[in-house]
């Protein structure tokens, strides 16, 4: 993040394994974005199941 644009928004997505793929200031300074993106890729998983489910329901 140190390269980047100041107004950079940085989206990473859970789990995130502090100290070895992120630091700890990174991903505090950027928690809202990233569990917004959590928070979509959960739903996305969701859906997946959801359609999943359907798609085996009608065999």
């Not at 793929?21 to 890729?41: G, M, P, R």
Request: glycine share 4%; hydrophobic share 40%; net charge negative.
């Amino acid at each position: 993040m140190s390269r980047a644009d100041r107004n950079a928004i940085l989206l990473y997505c859970l789990p995130a394994h502090r100290g070895e793929e992120i630091t700890d200031e990174v991903f505090e300074s950027n928690a809202d974005s990233i569990f917004l993106e959590a928070e979509n890729k959960l739903h996305a998983q969701k859906g997946i199941m959801v359609w999943l489910n359907d798609a085996q329901k009608k065999r």
